[in-house]
């Protein structure tokens, strides 16, 4: 899969996102070894804080159906003039399972950047750390 491809997957989620609280739509895809594609987007509680991200949708989407040791690529992108940065529990709920993850960061007008999570999230506190 291109990596255009799995950003278009995760810009198709914004219309997904349930957002009546900030408006923020954020989608989410994330790509595993064998081609499998989890999708997220963010879902908004009146609970502010019990709300989850894009990402985390997709991560838990994957790993509760038994993907776990081979998540290769994320995408996540905003419908925002700046590009859609994860955020700091996304970072490290992602680093739990894929501290290698390559990551497509997008933007409104639907161009993305490419880089590590090891890039946002470096030293980062996992499960070697508890040996
Ligand atoms: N949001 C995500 O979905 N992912 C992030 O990494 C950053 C923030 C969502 C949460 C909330 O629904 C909205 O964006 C505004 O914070």
């Known amino acids: ?13 914004l219309s997904r996102s349930y957002v009546p609280y900030s408006k923020f739509p954020v989608g989410a895809a994330l790509l595993c070894a064998d081609g499998t594609v989890f999708t997220g987007c963010n879902v908004e509680n009146a609970a502010y804080g019990s709300t989850i991200c894009a990402e985390r949708t997709a991560l838990v989407k994957a790993v509760s159906e038994g993907h776990r040791d081979d998540l290769v690529k994320l995408a996540v992108v905003g419908d925002s003039t700046d590009y859609c940065w994860p955020c700091g529990a996304c970072r490290q709920m992602l ?37």
């Open 1 to 13: 899969m291109t990596d255009r491809a799995l950003a278009d997957l995760a810009y198709d989620m």
């Open 95 to 131: 680093y739990e399972f894929a501290p290698q993850l390559e990551l497509l960061v997008g933007r409104g007008d639907r161009e993305f950047t490419k880089l590590k999570l090891s890039d946002l999230l470096p030293h980062g506190f996992g499960p070697k750390a508890l040996t």
